[in-house]
């Protein structure tokens, strides 16, 4: 079964700076998408990224870019210049291509802004 | 676009009540979910739709709980009885046909508290 690893519950960013958070998954599958949602306080999810596991290159939003390492099963989500509405739950997710049904959520990072 | 809509957003019952949660997924999406989110369990997936059909329902937790779609603008998920632990946020997702994107858009979510 697949699953996905937030290991850090929560971290922190002073504004401007920059933030990495983690997240690693365990599939055998080899096509599947990796997302990034963000759940400010508000508690709607809003997708930050999105990456095909089928490409090499690392997706990029603004000031989200991911770097995924297929190999090592890894999907770090990195927040440049960092700003008070960043302050969220993030979570990982997963899916394998073609199964609509199965996103597959990691327990999530809250991320702190501090000015 | 409008984005999904769901209502109400905050809901707050007795025991025993019933609950009925509306969602309105964003036109032209064929899939349709049902997420619960708490605490302890994290994002939990309930149910799924594709084109108004029930595909997986294996995540419903019981039998109090049900799920319709009668059309394509339209799905509700009820709960009767409710009980206090059924308290969470509700969240209703839609994804498009496989475009290769894949992506779910979720709704704002609903507050349910059972008293």
């Known amino acids: 079964a697949q699953t996905v690893t937030q290991s850090q519950p929560e971290m922190s960013v002073q504004e401007a700076e920059t933030v990495t958070l983690s997240c690693t998954y365990d599939?055998?599958?080899?096509?599947?998408?990796l997302f990034w949602y963000k759940q400010p306080p508000s508690r709607q999810m809003i997708l930050v990224i999105r990456q095909e596991a089928y490409k090499q290159q690392n997706a990029t939003e603004n000031r989200f870019s991911v770097n995924f390492q297929k190999a090592a099963k890894s999907f770090s989500l990195k927040i440049s210049d960092s700003q008070l509405g960043d302050a969220a739950m993030y979570f990982c997710?997963?899916?394998?291509?073609?199964?609509?049904?199965?996103?597959?959520f990691g327990k999530g990072t809250k991320l702190s802004v501090k000015p | 676009d409008a984005g999904v809509i769901q209502s109400p957003r905050h809901e707050v019952t007795e025991m025993g009540q019933e609950v009925t949660l509306r969602c309105k997924p964003i036109s032209g999406h064929d899939y349709l979910f049902w997420y619960r989110q708490t605490m302890m369990r994290g994002l939990e997936l309930l149910i799924y739709?594709?084109?108004?059909?029930?595909?997986?329902d294996s995540g419903m937790p019981e039998d109090r709980f049900s799920a319709k779609m009668p059309n394509a603008s339209f799905s509700t998920l009820k709960i009767q009885p409710s009980e206090p632990r059924d308290s969470a946020v509700y969240f209703c997702a839609s994804s498009p046909q496989n475009t290769g994107k894949e992506t779910q858009y979720f709704g704002p979510g609903t507050r349910l508290l059972v008293l």
């Open positions: 997710a997963y899916r394998r291509r073609g199964s609509q049904g199965n996103l597959i």
């Open positions: 739709f594709n084109n108004n059909v029930p595909i997986d």
């Open positions: 599939t055998s599958e080899s096509d599947y998408y």
